[in-house]
């Protein structure tokens, strides 16, 4: 059954009736989409991430070095990580460079060091999840003082990153193969739902422009929580439909967060969610990697 509108929120989620081909079986593809389905990860990291640092931050005098770093961490050390976590760790990258310390010893430019960020992260992200409606419903309640003042820079550096996708990338082209995968999965009685890391409302728009959201359950981003709890609400509405989770689960995607992302889920669910690796280099879905032998 194809849905006439896509949930608006996680909860709303429902699984299909379908089964998988003649198994009988319901089956749950997680899907990432920047990188897997599309060039989105080069095409933002590239340009509108490390701007909206170097403006917000005043590091025009080391721009160069601030996008060498945020494409290294963002596309190669810790590849797909949520924006809060990777700012933080460029820094620390950054930091590391020689030239950049020569800059801050010459008082040209001071990068800043984000303690408070750091704080969040392992105390209330790493829990709630990363997106921009945690962060602000977090410095809500917080009082004046370099905390608030810290996070609030933060928070305002994410509105430029999305601006800046907005006007640089209002739309990223598919991979032919990942149209076909995700047509042909779902033809064969498969619920594929969209994982990601993305703001919601950029992805929403890319899977519509995709002209795929007859083809897909869900499109859940950042203000959705950590993709784990994606895949956990998927499991548990197909329990609460059916009386079972799915039969089978597997997440696609090209980052190592996407693996954690499942094995923290088969953790909590007490199920195995698979994961199918998308190869750097060669990312995109593709009807092979997408088809199951059962």
């Given at each position: 059954?194809?849905?006439?509108?896509?949930?608006?929120?996680?909860?709303?989620?429902?699984a299909s009736e379908s089964t998988y081909g003649k198994t009988g079986l319901r089956v749950l593809f997680g899907i990432d989409s920047d990188?897997?389905?599309?060039?989105?990860?080069?095409?933002?990291?590239?340009?509108?991430?490390?701007?909206?640092?170097?403006?917000?931050?005043?590091?025009?005098p080391i721009g160069e070095a601030w996008r060498i770093a945020w494409a290294y961490v963002n596309e190669i050390e810790d590849r797909g990580c949520p924006r809060f976590k990777a700012l933080a760790q460029v820094v620390t990258r950054v930091l590391e460079m020689p030239v950049v310390r020569e800059a801050e010893k010459n008082g040209v430019v001071t990068v800043p060091r984000l303690p408070h960020l750091r704080a969040y992260l392992d105390k209330v992200a790493s829990v709630k999840g990363f997106g921009d409606n945690v962060l602000n419903d977090y410095i809500t309640g917080l009082p004046q003082g370099e905390e608030k003042a810290e996070l609030a820079a933060v928070a305002e550096w994410s509105k430029a990153v999305n601006a800046n996708v907005n006007t640089d990338c209002p739309y990223i082209k598919p991979f032919t193969h990942a149209i076909e995968a995700i047509k042909l999965a779902k033809d064969q009685g498969v619920d594929c739902m969209i994982v990601s890391g993305t703001p919601e409302e950029h992805l929403r728009e890319t899977w519509a422009q995709h002209g795929l959201t007859?083809?897909?359950?869900?499109?859940?981003?950042?203000?959705?929580?950590?993709?784990?709890?994606?895949?956990?609400?998927?499991m548990q509405a197909a329990e609460k439909?059916?009386?079972?989770?799915?039969?089978?689960a597997i997440m696609f995607g090209d980052a190592p967060g996407d693996d954690r992302g499942r094995q923290k889920a088969s953790d909590a669910l007490g199920v195995r969610v698979g994961f199918m690796p998308i190869r750097v280099g060669s990312a995109h879905l593709s009807q092979t990697s997408m088809t199951l032998e059962i």
């Open positions: 059954m194809t849905l006439t509108r896509l949930p608006e929120k996680l909860q709303d989620y429902t990188g897997c389905v599309d060039k989105g990860m080069r095409s933002k990291h590239g340009g509108p991430f490390p701007r909206a640092g170097i403006d917000a931050f005043g590091l025009a007859g083809s897909i359950r869900g499109v859940f981003g950042r203000e959705s929580g950590k993709k784990d709890m994606h895949l956990m609400a998927a439909q059916f009386g079972k989770m799915y039969d089978v």
